[in-house]
């Protein structure tokens, strides 16, 4: 199922007329930022939703085409913006707090402040605007789902970055996921600045000094 605009026309309707999507990316990596997108879509897109035709879940979609997407969306977005927390605001803060705060900087970032917000999942606490907050919204509104691909995509070239500057972790690969090429390389190089030390399994190994058999 493609995500489309009924929500977007509901809100239309109802007077909100600079109608937001947000949704994050990273949120469960090992290292790196999480990083939150802000889509606002033209009233033309609302009515031929197709002119994004493609746009999903950005997990549901290859690199190559999330990467031609993204331009797609620069392109016909009337404004979006990019939040990004690095990994010691979000050990500080945690990882919820750290997302709130992405989205809500991703939302100042845009160039005309919304009257509505569609959010992947998340309700921002005492954010002064309409909100719908929906499980799996990217899968459901095209307008977080065009977030997502924003986040995604921002996120993952930041990871490349990453990867030039520390080659050992493989950022590049696995764009600071857990996996057994990121597992390994943490065993044997230890973290980097932007590694998150309060993750598994990491958190372990620097409270006991001993890595978990499994990581999560």
């Given at each position: ?49 197709h ?43 945690g ?27 998340v ?12 499980v ?10 065009a ?12 990871m490349?970055?990453?990867?030039k ?9 696995h ?23 309060t ?18």
């Amino acid at each position: 199922m493609s995500p489309d605009v009924i929500e977007e026309l509901s809100l239309y309707k109802d007077g909100c007329h600079v109608i937001a999507g947000l949704d994050e990316a990273g949120r469960g990596c090992w290292a790196g930022p999480v990083v939150a997108a802000a889509v606002v879509l033209p009233l033309v897109v609302l009515h031929k939703p197709h002119l994004l035709s493609g746009v999903n879940d950005s997990k549901q979609v290859n690199q190559t085409r999330r990467a031609k997407l993204y331009q797609d969306i620069m392109c016909l977005a009337v404004g979006w913006g990019v939040g990004v927390v690095p990994s010691h605001v979000i050990d500080t803060h945690g990882i919820i707090a750290a997302t709130h705060l992405a989205m809500q900087i991703a939302i100042l970032k845009l160039p005309q402040l919304p009257d509505a917000l569609l959010i992947d999942a998340v309700t921002l606490k005492n954010w002064p605007c309409t909100q719908r907050s929906f499980v799996r919204g990217d899968a459901r509104c095209l307008s977080i789902a065009a977030a997502s691909i924003i986040a995604k995509v921002t996120r993952d070239r930041l990871m490349v970055a990453l990867w030039k500057a520390h080659p050992d972790y493989g950022f590049a690969q696995h764009k600071g996921y857990g996996t057994a090429v990121h597992y390994h390389a943490l065993q044997r190089y230890g973290p980097s600045q932007h590694h998150r030390r309060t993750f598994r399994p990491l958190s372990e190994f620097l409270t006991n000094g001993i890595w978990p058999d499994r990581a999560r």
